[in-house]
């Protein structure tokens, strides 16, 4: 019976609290002015009349009910000991849940202040909080109405270690993306799942391909091999389980096989595999040397997410699905100090392509609900960075309360976040580590260097002017940071590399050995490293040949490779591991040493030494001769073409004097 009393009286003074402040305005203007004595007594009749009308409204919305509870999900399904974020903030799905209230069974727990339970009784909200000594293990939570009780479950997990996880990556890494479905079926019993029949179709280009988690894990010793240090996975969040009617491709339904439109953020996809092979994944690359980076999505979920019907709260998208502004990608507003109000909302706030819903994050349940989401992910996986998709769509204010929640449980973490624009001015606006004129610091690492990606695509692939590159990089002050930039010459929303007009294999390769000895963090695509090709979304995201089981060849193995897939490949392999043991090409200050119209000299340079690299873009051999008095290379010194180790050349007058071949790069290292 204290029960229910407690269940009442909580109920009410939740409505009465939402009564007043629903009103408060009009109270305001009505009831604070000083009037006669006569007056304001009858104000004070008005006033009681409206709060006892107000509770007997609350009490017949709450039994209005007929069933007893039900518990659909539990988010998140567990959390663990001496985290940061304590008390954890359980939101609870179900039906049937006004005037819930919850109880949670077990040592080292305890529910946390009341409950609170949106208008529909569709979602309960309540504070959990987690003992250090708590022991690990399941805890059982109770939520009863006056109608009846249900249980579901909530587990306290031990601590991860640190050591190994949580690493972040630095520009000493190699990143490889891989998109999950399209690189390996390393499982074929979860290609046509019980949850999602019959979206799986590798003939056609919009279905699931099979690819998997365990793919992953069959192919880390290839990755080791070609020199990647971490890998950057397409998200693996549970995507809708039927074809999607609303995002019609070539006139036909699609699917979610990419992973951007999650159905469920607290769970893996079934055609990836498991949660528990998430874990395998993880610790398994962790052993061999290689990190793993989650794509995230924060900014929208997808179409099908059961919140699109029934939201927890009344403001947890902005908009509804009848009725929401259209995203219509007017960026430059969002670094314009004078913005037109209604142009930055439309891009803040609209729904991306009409049909993705668009998170509220100003709403501090959704705020909080996306925090301990990255957190849960990172802390039960022990996975070592972020790729953030859609940064720009999100407020700032947001990011800097969540990049603060991850730095302060995991101190050493990295993030890298999409912009996907051409103009240096308007990415590095986006990069945190200090306050831009809205008065807000991100706290955002890293961003993915798409105004050098597309100058890597015109000179390397198109056959345009190099110098073009240089010019890009001598906008660098404008970043916070611009050594942790992630550079990259294809990735899974453009066309590949070897798809553009005028690309060749020459080409390929001098990309290559731009990006992994320039500046920044290299981040490789699955498959370029093999001349993939592909002009368009989704032919960019071709099946790996020798990743699934019909594949009459497997371009993993040297034999099943082409004579061409195997010289780029080599060449990507020689590269990526000169990246590793060249520490200059690590952490060494870029210094641009020569620039004509195709023709680029430069060095990276550190305590430790320095490395040459001279690019000849031209489709013509030419001879180059540059200063390197400076650089620490007094006369006489020899240094060795690290790409052809027959070729030497010697420091005469303070000079190098270098003939290159047509698009050719030279890689020069001291003797
Ligand atoms: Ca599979
Ligand atoms: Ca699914
Ligand atoms: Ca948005």
């Not at 069933?67 to 663990?80: A, E």
Request: proline share 6%.
């Amino acid at each position: 019976m204290t029960l229910l009393r407690d269940s009442i009286f909580s109920l009410r003074s939740r409505h009465v609290r939402k009564a007043c402040g629903v009103r408060a305005r009009v109270c305001g203007s009505n009831f604070g002015t000083r009037v006669s004595g006569r007056e304001d007594f009858a104000s004070k009749d008005f006033r009681a009349l409206l709060i006892v009308w107000w509770l007997f409204a609350a009490s017949v919305s709450a039994y209005s009910q007929t069933s007893g509870p039900q518990i659909l999900k539990v988010d998140p399904p567990s959390w663990w000991v001496n985290s940061s974020a304590n008390p954890v903030r359980l939101m609870i799905r179900g039906r049937n849940l006004k005037g819930a209230k919850v109880q949670i069974t077990g040592t080292g727990v305890r529910i946390s202040g009341m409950p609170t339970v949106n208008e529909r009784g569709t979602y309960v909200f309540v504070d959990v909080l987690i003992a250090p000594n708590a022991e690990p293990g399941k805890r059982e939570l109770t939520i009863s109405t006056q109608l009846g009780s249900t249980k579901a479950s909530f587990e306290v997990l031990p601590q991860l270690n640190q050591q190994n996880r949580f690493q972040g990556f630095s520009p000493a890494d190699v990143l490889y993306l891989i998109m999950i479905d399209r690189f390996s079926d390393g499982d074929r019993t979860n290609n046509d799942p019980p949850q999602s029949r019959g979206i799986y179709d590798r003939s056609n280009k919009f279905a699931y391909h099979g690819g998997d988690l365990q793919g992953v894990i069959d192919h880390l010793p290839y990755l080791k091999d070609l020199g990647v240090t971490a890998i950057w996975l397409t998200p693996w969040y549970d995507n809708y389980d039927h074809l999607n009617q609303i995002e019609l491709k070539e006139e036909k339904p699609s699917t979610g096989f990419h992973g951007y439109n999650p159905q469920n953020f607290y769970t893996v996809e079934e055609h990836f595999g498991t949660f528990d092979k998430l874990r395998e994944l993880v610790e398994r690359a962790h052993r061999v040397g290689i990190k793993i980076i989650q794509d995230q999505v924060a900014n929208h979920t997808g179409p099908y997410h059961p919140w699109v019907d029934d939201p927890p709260t009344p403001t947890w998208f902005n908009g509804t699905k009848a009725r929401h502004l259209n995203n219509g990608f007017q960026t430059w507003v969002l670094h314009d100090p004078r913005p037109v109000d209604d142009l930055k909302r439309e891009t803040m706030e609209g729904w991306f392509l009409d049909f993705l819903p668009d998170l509220n994050q100003s709403d501090p349940e959704v705020s909080r609900y996306l925090i301990q989401n990255t957190l849960w992910w990172i802390g039960t996986t022990g996975l070592d960075g972020i790729r953030m998709d859609t940064w720009q769509y999100v407020p700032n204010s947001f990011w800097r309360d969540w990049t603060s929640a991850v730095r302060k449980e995991f101190p050493n973490f990295t993030v890298v976040g999409e912009v996907k624009d051409g103009d240096v001015v308007h990415t590095s606006f986006f990069q945190g580590g200090k306050k831009r004129f809205d008065g807000i610091d991100s706290g955002l690492d890293s961003l993915l260097d798409f105004p050098l990606f597309y100058s890597i695509r015109d000179a390397f692939a198109k056959g345009s002017r190099i110098d073009e590159i240089p010019k890009t990089l001598a906008k660098d002050y404008l970043y916070n940071n611009s050594e942790i930039l992630v550079t990259l010459l294809g990735g899974h929303d453009d066309g590949r590399f070897m798809s553009e007009k005028g690309a060749t294999i020459a080409g390929l390769k001098l990309a290559n050995a731009f990006v992994l000895t320039t500046r920044g963090v290299p981040q490789l695509y699955y498959g370029d490293e093999i001349a993939m090709t592909g002009p368009d979304e989704p032919t960019t995201r071709g099946d790996f040949p020798g990743g699934f089981a019909a594949d009459p060849k497997n371009a993993f193995t040297r034999e099943g490779r082409t004579a061409q897939q195997q010289e780029i490949f080599e060449f990507v392999r020689t590269l990526a591991h000169l990246h590793q043991q060249l520490e200059p090409l690590q952490r060494g200050k870029l210094i641009n040493l020569h620039v004509s119209e195709q023709l680029y000299v430069y060095a990276r340079k550190s305590t430790s030494g320095c490395v040459v690299v001279a690019f000849n873009n031209d489709i013509k051999p030419t001879a180059v001769a540059f200063k390197v008095s400076h650089l620490g290379l007094p006369d006489g010194s020899v240094l060795n073409d690290q790409l052809h180790l027959s070729t030497i050349v010697r420091v005469t007058n303070g000079t190098i004097t270098l003939s290159l071949p047509a698009r050719a790069v030279s890689v020069l290292v001291k003797q």
